[in-house]
């Protein structure tokens, strides 16, 4: 029996994560430590909340005696570490979260982590969920690899960039068995719609206006969130101890194009006339230093663990707009109380 710490369980990836070890791995206890903030849910595990390899536990990673004895009372062999402040339109109105949940919290478990197995490290894992907006920004070509130098331009993606340089750190100095990964931008099931895909999808619903930042030009490159967790998975239990991988879709898409493309899906499945959902695009201020594009390259994943997205963006965009169209109480629940003050905050109430 193996037990597995999962952090951030209850937000987007984790849920995904901890789903598809609960179901296949009943050997392992999967205990998921969430402090469910406006991002965490558990909701988004109803599914599986009872079967008996699955705990959750509510803490803080920021907590950190609470996070010690967490450690001392569960021997944990493995730590999936996803726990994070993760949208960068928040990064840039209040940092200090930030640094706290994404860089304390991090060297809190860390520390736990080196405490517990002192050294002792056969079978153990400590695996670091990144971004691979620690890089920084491209221009019109090339791609981000391992290599590539480190360059983060937002909050949000410097206090990654910092819990990576820790993670890294941790392994040089206390050889603490340590694995990484930066993915490229997740859609699907379960998104906070504060981020663009789920954000455009409820505002098309709701006939409000669709905010595209600046002129719409910016790049992402999108991977569906189960194909992220497949990779997670391998990594997790394939990956070799002080690697990087990084993960993308191989699917680049102008913010425009993409907010165009789900107009044109909605307008079927709402059965609207074609070009109803576009007439609420609404070009409004851009983010502050906001990164041009983001494209990976994955040839580390696919020769070494042989991943590969397995899902179609045509394929996965409609069943991400019909998980949100059939989980209508699910968008209410989480656009419920301050979520409110957070759009009018945004997008001045529109
Ligand atoms: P999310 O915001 O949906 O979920 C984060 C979860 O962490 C929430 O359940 C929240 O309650 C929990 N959490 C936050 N602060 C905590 C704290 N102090 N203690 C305990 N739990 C806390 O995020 P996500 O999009 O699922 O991202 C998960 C991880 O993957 C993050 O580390 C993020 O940097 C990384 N990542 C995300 C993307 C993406 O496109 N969303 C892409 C690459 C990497
Ligand atoms: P987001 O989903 O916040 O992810 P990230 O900033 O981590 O890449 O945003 C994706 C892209 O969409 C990004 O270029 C910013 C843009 N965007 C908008 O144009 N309008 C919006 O309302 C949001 C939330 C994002």
């Known amino acids: 029996m193996k037990k597995i710490l999962i952090t951030g369980g209850a937000g987007f990836i ?42 959750f536990v509510k803490g803080d990673i ?18 999936i570490h996803l726990a994070a402040e993760s949208h960068v339109d928040r990064s840039i109105t209040n940092p200090m979260e930030f640094i706290m949940t994404n860089i304390v919290g991090t060297v809190n478990l860390l520390n736990a982590a080196r405490n517990l197995w002192k ?34 331009k937002s909050p949000y993606s410097a206090s990654k960039a910092s819990s990576d340089h820790l993670v890294r750190a941790y392994h040089n100095t206390y050889k603490l068995p340590v694995v990484l990964s930066n993915c490229s931008n997740n859609y699907g099931p379960n998104q906070f719609p504060e981020k663009l895909i789920p954000l455009i999808i409820h505002n098309i619903e709701n006939n409000k206006p669709l905010p595209v930042y600046g002129k719409g030009l910016n790049i992402r490159d999108w991977l569906y969130v189960e194909d992220h967790a497949s990779a997670i998975d391998l990594i997790f ?79 996965g965009i409609e ?21 409110q003050n957070y759009y009018k905050k945004m997008y001045g109430g529109r």
């Open 119 to 152: 050294g002792n490290f056969e079978g153990k894992r400590f695996y670091h969920i990144s971004t691979d907006e620690v890089y920084g920004s491209l221009g019109d070509e090339g791609f981000f690899t391992e290599t590539t130098p480190y360059d983060p």
């Open 237 to 315: 239990h394939k990956g070799t101890v002080g690697e990087t991988y990084n993960i993308g879709g191989n699917n680049e898409w102008r913010n425009i194009d993409i907010v165009k493309k789900i107009c044109s899906v909605m307008d079927r499945k709402l059965n609207r006339e074609p070009g109803t959902s576009e007439k609420l695009i609404t070009n409004v201020t851009d983010r502050a230093g906001h990164d041009l594009r983001y494209a990976i390259d994955a040839t580390k994943i696919k020769n070494e663990l042989s991943w590969e997205p397995s899902l179609q963006f045509e394929e």
């Open 14 to 55: 984790g849920s995904h994560v901890v789903r598809r070890f609960v179901k296949n791995y009943p050997e392992y206890e999967i205990f998921n430590l969430d402090a469910l903030t406006y991002a965490g849910n558990l909701e988004n595990l109803s599914d599986i909340k009872n079967e008996p390899n699955y705990l």
């Open 319 to 339: 069943k991400t707009i019909d998980w949100y169209l059939n989980n209508k109480e699910w968008l209410n629940n989480v656009t419920s109380g301050d979520y």
């Open 62 to 79: 920021t907590d950190q005696v609470f996070i010690d004895n967490l450690f001392k009372e569960n021997a944990f062999d493995g730590v």
